[in-house]
């Protein structure tokens, strides 16, 4: 699996958009980019991922550069409960039978009211 | 609403002395994780079963088990705990091979004296 690089912390203001970078140059064509959450206390939280396109859901937008050596997960407004470390994990996707999330140290995100 | 269930939260045992911690889940996920988190670092990946299947990650010491008597529920067994055993023991699962997404449960914080 591809290894990633991502600030190791960021604070952003209440109700403004997060931006957490992440880096994935030795990103290979079949890895999918996915991000987690660990909210202080509590297990790692599924958020996103992506393979090419950009995509969003309920809780963040991910914005994939079209070499897909680097990415950016959006929180558009952000709050308190936000406040987490933000892992940001390359590996090969689920359907090619490789079930294995590889954590890096993550960017811990602090929400200042 | 509990879907991956962990008890207990805190467990206390003695250095040298067996410990079983558990997990359950009410998802009837095929695929079940057991992951090491220790002060101020990421999750790592123990082991896991897929369905009946146990996969060992090669670097997981001797010391650390697992047994999953059937789908719903799985043990971490710790033969003879040292003090660098004490961590948070994270339970994830995920539906299939297939599945993008793991789910975490909340996590059990050993400690070992």
């Known amino acids: 699996d591809a290894k990633t690089t991502q600030p190791p912390s960021m604070d952003c203001a209440e109700g403004r958009a997060a931006n957490l970078p992440c880096n994935h140059s030795?990103?290979?064509?079949?890895?999918?980019v996915y991000w987690y959450r660990q909210i202080h206390s509590q297990g790692p939280q599924y958020i996103i991922h992506?393979?090419?396109n950009n995509e969003t859901n309920e809780m963040a937008s991910l914005i994939i550069t079209e070499d897909r050596k680097s990415s950016t997960l959006i929180l558009p407004h952000a709050t308190l409960r936000d406040t987490a470390v933000y892992y940001c994990?390359?590996?090969?996707?689920?359907?090619?039978?490789?079930?294995?999330?590889?954590f890096g140290t993550g960017t811990r995100l602090t929400i200042i009211p | 609403d509990a879907m991956v269930i962990q008890n207990p939260r805190y467990q206390v045992t003695q250095f040298g002395k067996p410990v079983t911690l558990s997990c359950s889940q009410t998802l009837n996920h095929n695929v079940m994780y057991w992951y090491q988190q220790k002060s101020s670092q990421a999750p790592k990946l123990l082991f896991h079963y897929y369905d009946k299947d146990f996969n060992n990650e090669a670097d997981t010491p001797d010391n650390f088990q697992s047994r999953r008597p059937n789908t719903s529920f799985c043990f971490l067994d710790i033969r003879s705990p040292g003090l660098g055993d004490a961590a948070m023991y994270l339970c994830a699962t995920s539906r299939d091979r297939t599945s993008h997404e793991q789910y975490f449960g909340p996590g059990t914080r050993l400690t070992v004296t």
């Open positions: 994990i390359v590996r090969v996707g689920a359907n090619f039978g490789n079930e294995k999330l590889t």
């Open positions: 030795t990103i290979s064509g079949n890895e999918y």
């Open positions: 992506g393979l090419k």
